[in-house]
């Protein structure tokens, strides 16, 4: 089965920084579209960061010039470089994967990681 697991989250100061990375295993065929959503209390779950197949980016307006997301293909993972944090950044982090699986009926399907916890104290 296909699992996602991420690592990286943690307490950091504002204006410090984090890694977060997220790996995906099991039996895949191919990954299309890698990236991280983030949910703060009280507020709405948000897109933050995705990258493609071809490397395409795409981040939320809050974390322009701040985040940057890569992925090492022959890893199946996605990492999410956060720098200049802010109390804002505080939130839940999960990564999501569309990728399609070599069992089963092969559909092109999201899978999500268990989520890590990012506080950025001010």
């Known amino acids: 089965q296909v699992q996602l697991v991420e690592s990286g989250g943690g307490l950091v100061q504002a204006g410090g920084s984090l890694r977060l990375s997220c790996a995906a295993s099991?039996?895949?065929?191919?990954?299309?579209?890698m990236g991280w959503y983030g949910q703060a209390p009280g507020k709405e779950r948000e897109l933050v960061a995705a990258i493609s197949s071809g490397n395409t980016t795409n981040y939320a307006d809050s974390v322009k010039g701040r985040f940057t997301i890569s992925r090492d293909n022959a890893k199946n993972t996605v990492y999410l470089q956060m720098n200049s944090l802010k109390s804002e950044d505080t939130a839940v982090y999960r990564c999501?994967?569309?990728?399609?699986?070599?069992?089963?009926?092969?559909?092109?399907?999201?899978?999500w990681g268990q989520g890590t916890q990012v506080t950025v104290s001010s």
């Open positions: 999501y994967a569309d990728l399609m699986a070599r069992e089963g009926m092969g559909f092109r399907s999201r899978y």
């Open positions: 099991g039996s895949i065929f191919s990954i299309y579209v």
